[in-house]
């Protein structure tokens, strides 16, 4: 009874996470879009407000004892921190410059851009499958790009530059996890506030600090709480993510994100009234399967590769048990050594020589 209310209770655990990251990444996305349609807030500023807050929600989150921080070298993550602003700073200027849809579909050229970046620069090899699924997701996103009819340079600069950005970032960061033996969350806690600082620095030079859309323009009350929201969103993204990628498995993640991936779409289409052409949909349609595609592939090797390892390991421990048992047997049937000491033992001599028995019994001489 026990143990079915504790499997009941963590059901219930992940069920509320899951929904807390579906909620917070379709919100993200809508929130963000609703603040530079209607107050025109910059971009720049908000990216900065989203990286201070996830500091400080990570700052409590560290008090109430979620996670423990690990100490790291400042020098080892500045490039990390510099590719972490320009992928959350250009990722939102794609959203501000694009339609939601053409947005959601630019971002799916990251699994591009990556295994291209690995296979170039770290030499890594893919199977061919995954390499043919690469295929369907990028004419997919061709296609919806060039039927587009909010199709604009500018968008499409911001979307190059957020995908190949976002791809540096992510293997940086598998990099870094591996080399510092910290998690993401680890990471993120060093990461926001320094992405904070350079963003601080550089904000000035791109965008207005008073008047009219300036950072301390005249904004409204809703549109100053709706900022606030949007950061305190951005940060329930970051550790709902590290919550689910923790306590349930790689399938279900890869599964949920597909999930979130079309209703960020339909939910474009119906609150922002972004117009849908058949050969948009029918791009939309292509790069989800390629990506359903991809992921099919990559859990199935990554399940062989975990089943290989597990049959090694199996394989060598009874290899080990089988030795042990070997060496036992031969110790039990070997015949126990004879006692030879008393045979090497040296007899006992005595320092003044054996006695003379003539000359105790004055015998022989006379």
């Known amino acids: 009874m026990a143990d079915r209310l504790f499997g009941f209770s963590a059901n219930r655990?992940?069920?509320?996470?899951?929904?807390?990251?579906?909620?917070?990444?379709?919100?993200?996305?809508?929130?963000?879009?609703?603040?530079y349609v209607h107050y025109g807030f910059p971009n720049m500023t908000l990216t900065l407000v989203h990286f201070v807050v996830?500091?400080?929600?990570?700052?409590?989150?560290?008090?109430?004892d979620i996670f423990s921080p690990k100490s790291l070298p400042i020098r080892r993550i500045v490039w990390l921190a510099l590719s972490f602003c320009g992928f959350v700073a250009f990722t939102n200027l794609s959203l501000q410059n694009n339609s939601i849809g053409t947005y959601q579909l630019a971002k799916a050229m990251t699994t591009p851009v990556i295994i291209l970046i690995q296979t170039t620069y770290y030499k890594k090899t893919f199977s061919t499958?995954?390499?043919l699924t690469l295929v369907p997701i990028t004419l997919g996103v061709i296609l919806n790009s060039y039927y587009d009819v909010r199709f604009n340079l500018l968008g499409t600069v911001f979307a190059s530059l957020g995908v190949l950005v976002t791809s540096l970032y992510q293997v940086w960061v598998g990099a870094k996890q591996h080399e510092l033996q910290v998690n993401s969350m680890q990471l993120l806690y060093y990461?926001?506030?320094l992405s904070s600082g350079f963003l601080l620095c550089i904000v000035p030079f791109f965008e207005p600090l008073t008047g009219d859309g300036g950072i301390f323009g005249p904004w409204s009350l809703p549109a100053l709480l709706t900022v606030l929201f949007s950061g305190v969103v951005a940060f329930l993204v970051n550790l709902s993510i590290y919550w689910i990628i923790g306590n349930t498995s790689a399938v279900t993640y890869n599964m949920f994100g597909h999930f979130k991936?079309?209703?960020?779409?339909?939910?474009?289409y119906l609150l922002f009234h972004?117009?849908?052409s058949f050969n948009q949909a029918l791009g939309i349609l292509c790069t989800l399967a390629g990506i359903l595609s991809y992921t099919h592939?990559?859990?199935?090797e990554q399940e062989e590769r975990m089943r290989?390892?597990?049959l090694t390991l199996d394989i060598n421990e009874r290899q080990e048990q089988e030795d042990y048992q070997e060496m036992m047997q031969s110790l039990a049937q070997r015949p126990a050594p004879a006692n030879t000491n008393r045979e090497r033992r040296p007899r006992y001599q005595h320092p003044k020589g054996a006695p003379n028995a003539d000359l105790i019994f004055k015998t022989g001489g006379r």
């Open 13 to 35: 655990r992940i069920v509320a996470g899951l929904l807390v990251n579906l909620l917070s990444s379709i919100c993200i996305v809508f929130i963000n879009k609703w603040i």
């Open 54 to 64: 996830t500091w400080l929600g990570l700052y409590i989150c560290n008090k109430m």
């Open 129 to 131: 499958k995954i390499k």
């Open 191 to 193: 990461q926001a506030p």
């Open 261 to 268: 991936f079309c209703i960020t779409l339909i939910g474009g």
């Open 274 to 276: 972004d117009p849908l």
């Open 297 to 300: 592939f990559k859990l199935a």
């Open 308 to 310: 290989m390892k597990k």
